[in-house]
Nanobody, 124 residues
Framework: QVQLVESGGGLVQAGDSLRLSCAAS????????MGWFRQAPGKERELVAA????????RYADSVKGRFTISRDNAKNTVYLQMNSLAPEDTAVYYC?????????????????WGQGTQVTVSS
C-alpha cells in the first residue's frame, strides 16, 4: 500500500514557475513508476509526465515538453514536477500516481495509487 500526498499548487501568472511535490508513504516506493496527471474541468485526465523507478527514463506529454521536468528522490520518497513557462492552458488539478508496472503508460486505469490532487491555476 502506498499513500500519496501532493503539494505545491497555487495561483500564478502566465510565464511563472511552480514546483509540485508528491510525498509517498508506505512500502517500496522506489519500485514504482510514478506519473503526474492533470485534469481540467470538462476534460479527461491526461498524463503530463512519468518516470521509472530508477529515475533514468522519463516521458512527457507533447504539450509540456521543454517546459516541465519530472524527477524523483527515492531516499526522500518524493517525486517532483518542475513547471516552467506556465500558460493558462496548464490550469488543472494535478495528480500524482504510482504504478507497479514499468510501462510509463498514459492510461490512468493502469495506475494503482493516487493522491488527492493539487490545484494549479494560471492567469493570463
Amino acid at each position: 500500500q502506498v499513500q500519496l500526498v501532493e503539494s505545491g499548487g497555487g495561483l500564478v501568472q502566465a510565464g511563472d514557475s511552480l514546483r509540485l511535490s508528491c510525498a509517498a508513504s508506505g512500502r517500496s516506493f522506489s519500485w514504482y513508476t510514478m506519473g503526474w496527471f492533470r485534469q481540467a474541468p470538462g476534460k479527461e485526465r491526461e498524463l503530463v509526465a512519468a518516470i521509472t523507478w530508477t529515475g533514468t527514463t522519463t516521458r512527457y506529454a507533447d504539450s509540456v515538453k521543454g517546459r516541465f521536468t519530472i524527477s524523483r528522490d527515492n531516499a526522500k520518497n518524493t517525486v517532483y514536477l518542475q513547471m516552467n513557462s506556465l500558460a493558462p492552458e496548464d490550469t488543472a488539478v494535478y495528480y500524482c500516481a504510482a504504478d507497479r508496472g514499468v510501462a510509463m503508460t498514459n492510461n490512468p486505469d493502469a495506475y494503482d495509487y493516487w493522491g488527492q490532487g493539487t490545484q494549479v491555476t494560471v492567469s493570463s
